[in-house]
């Protein structure tokens, strides 16, 4: 019934659900686009494209503007790698606390044969990889979706006190948050009370450079930066300067740059891992198969959950002929389209009706099939970028 065409290795329990819903894997002209990292461009889109879905939460290397232009809904899969990253933020906040990696480091260049000395060598170097226990600190959370809540309710069992700052916290994610969170009214309140900031919101425009010169002042002498969520959220130039100062106690980051490298080979106030913070076998299930579902569930029954340039719609099968009008979001556009079907003498059982920003879709269930006149007449209405006839 559709086709559709994957960019990087998808989990095979991802491409299981597109196989047992007739899907077909194509190389040209898909109707859905399943990737990872794979930087899209606009050649991408072919006409017969419909969907996007990206297996994880960042989206910044699909042409976003562009899609939407072309009616094309792009979907990412939020909180399907939250415990993934969760965990690896809590390691990161033990690697900067204890003097684990500089120990492991140590333990390998004994080279003593005897058990006593080989002790005696050990305590005499351990005092100098002593750190400091999570237990009693404070964790700032700034970004307070699936990855926020759930690290905060783990970090409330390691005995650590919290203090989230999110200005746009969704309500789902407002109830997921523990009662023991305090809510910060400025990142600078959070900044001067927090021994620990975890970072955790997308790239954009807005959050290019959150962590920067000006507020890096406001962190408490010490204090551990660990950004798992995008590399330009953070000023790496401003972060080292803070460093070099001793202001800032150290940097997890799971986005290297040259700098931070460099500054990592002759100091130990950086570490550095390689874009693990997804990187594991439960995660990569858990996006393939909710992209899979996704876009099963669009271009099977017009339902968005999840689309970052689309509103979420969805709206029980009342008949078994179903229209999925995608519209530019201008005024006067549903009656437009309902006077288009009344013409055609067919009566609509039921629609929905959702837009965002200037993009608008709906889902219109008639008491029989549309004719491929109407549906010429439909997609001939100023506006309206694209029509299609679901029938079950």
């Given amino acids: ?35 990872r990292s794979f930087a899209l461009s606009k050649e991408d889109f072919g006409d017969n494209l419909k969907c ?6 960042g989206t910044n290397n699909i042409p976003i503007d562009e899609a939407t232009k072309k009616g094309i809904v ?7 790698n939250a415990n993934a990253v969760k965990e690896l933020v809590i390691c990161g906040m033990l690697l900067s606390s204890r003097g684990i990696i500089d120990g492991i480091e140590f333990a390998k260049t004994l080279d003593i044969k005897d058990s006593q000395g080989l002790n005696k060598a050990m305590e005499a170097q351990k005092k100098t990889f002593a750190g400091n226990e999570l237990d009693g600190k404070t964790l700032g959370i700034i970004g307070l979706g699936s990855i926020g809540s759930m690290l905060a309710q783990a970090a409330q069992t390691l005995g650590m006190k919290l203090i989230g700052y999110d200005p746009y916290i969704s309500i789902e994610g407002a109830w997921r948050l523990s009662r023991e969170v305090k809510k910060s009214e400025t990142m600078e309140e959070l900044l001067q009370k927090s021994d620990y900031v975890s970072l955790h919101v997308p790239l954009m425009d807005e959050t290019k450079n959150l962590i920067n010169k000006s507020n890096l002042k406001n ?11 995008r590399g330009g959220i ?14 800032l106690g150290r940097f997890v980051t799971d986005f290297p740059t040259p700098e931070l490298i460099k500054r990592s080979a002759a100091n130990n106030d950086v570490v550095l891992l390689p874009h693990l913070g997804a990187s594991t076998k439960e995660a990569e299930v858990n996006c393939a198969v909710m992209a899979a579902n996704q876009m099963v569930n669009y271009l099977r029954h017009g339902t968005i959950v999840n689309s970052v340039n689309f509103p979420r719609i969805s709206l029980s099968r009342g008949t078994n002929h179903r229209l ?33 920003d200037e993009i608008a879709i709906n889902l ?29």
Wanted: glycine share 6%.
């Fill in 1 to 35: 019934m559709f086709n559709f065409k994957i960019f990087n290795n998808i989990a095979e329990d991802g491409l299981k659900i597109l196989g047992d819903n007739d899907f077909k894997e194509v190389s040209d002209n898909p109707d859905g686009l399943l990737l």
């Fill in 219 to 229: 962190f408490k002498k010490g204090a551990r930066l660990i950004n798992l969520s």
């Fill in 364 to 392: 219109i269930d008639l008491e029989c099939e549309p004719s491929p006149e109407l549906i010429k007449q439909l997609e001939s209405v100023e506006h309206v970028l694209s029509v299609r006839a679901l029938s079950i």
């Fill in 74 to 80: 792009v979907f990412n899969t939020p909180g399907a």
């Fill in 52 to 57: 996007v879905a990206r297996a994880g939460a």
């Fill in 324 to 356: 999925v009008i995608i519209n530019q979001n201008e005024p006067g556009m549903i009656s437009k389209i309902t006077d288009s079907i009344a013409a055609c003498n067919i009566n609509i059982a039921e629609m929905t009706n959702k837009s965002k």
């Fill in 234 to 247: 953070v000023n790496t130039t401003d972060v080292i300067d803070e460093l070099e100062t001793g202001n």
